[in-house]
């Protein structure tokens, strides 16, 4: 149990759907961010919230939007995804100490589009 | 951009000693992370270096070179359970993490 809980685990869904992916942290955390992560390829950062602010947005396309209405929770809202979006998208947290500042991550959520 | 490499994937035997090399080629350092993932599980921390040296905890140790740009993991004593990817990550700024592809280690009884 590493404390981030993501929702739903797995999902399929077709190109004209929308659907939500859920991530809480129950850790105390004031950082949460989204990775997607495709087999054999390094984790990619997608977006960075500090303290509920938007502070990255790693060139992801518009169909990904993220949501982070207090640093407890973190939404990702996906629309008109494409196959290739296919992949293990992970939550992590961390608490911005200026020092070690070690992230934790979710179990992932696995999602395949059609 | 970026460079983080480390081998695809390493196979050893159980009881046995296996070392994981990182070498990475970033914009800036800020410390370098071993995180272990077990398929289809979260990545879990397992060591962090920020300093030159070996970091030992437990049957896992980490050592890093900054001079050098590289690091490894070393797995002793290795366990069934110790079968599972090894992700090196490099903070190249205040928070953002780069990956490696990871090392999926396999063990053999």
């Known amino acids: 149990e590493t404390g981030v809980t993501q929702t739903p685990r797995h999902l399929v869904m077709g190109m004209t759907n929308k659907k939500s992916l859920k991530c809480e942290q129950h850790?105390?955390?004031?950082?949460m961010y989204w990775y997607k992560q495709s087999a054999k390829k390094p984790l990619e950062l997608m977006f960075v919230?500090?303290?509920?602010?938007?502070?990255e947005n790693n060139s992801v396309p518009s169909r990904f939007s993220p949501e982070c209405p207090n640093s407890s929770h973190l939404f990702l809202h996906l629309h008109t995804l494409q196959p290739e979006d296919s992949a293990l998208y992970l939550c992590?947290?961390?608490?911005?100490?200026?020092?070690?500042?070690?992230?934790?991550f979710g179990p992932g959520t696995r999602l395949l589009v059609l | 951009g970026q460079n983080i490499d480390q081998p695809t994937e390493m196979t050893a035997t159980e009881g046995a000693i296996v070392q994981i090399n990182c070498t990475y080629q970033?914009?800036?350092?800020?410390?370098l992370f071993w995180y272990q993932q077990h398929a289809g599980e979260a990545p879990t921390f397992l060591s962090y270096?920020?300093?030159?040296g070996l970091e030992e905890k437990g049957r896992f140790s980490s050592f890093l070179s900054r001079s050098k740009g590289y690091s490894y993991l070393l797995l002793k004593e290795l366990q069934m359970k110790d079968s599972a990817s090894y992700l090196c990550?490099?903070?190249?700024?205040?928070?953002?993490?780069?990956f490696g592809a990871g090392t999926t280690v396999t063990v053999r009884a």
């Open positions: 850790l105390g955390h004031n950082a």
């Open positions: 992590a947290s961390s608490q911005a100490t200026g020092g070690q500042e070690t992230q934790y």
């Open positions: 990550a490099v903070r190249d700024g205040d928070y953002k993490l780069s």
């Open positions: 270096n920020v300093l030159d």
């Open positions: 970033t914009s800036g350092f800020n410390g």
């Open positions: 919230y500090n303290f509920k602010e938007q502070t």
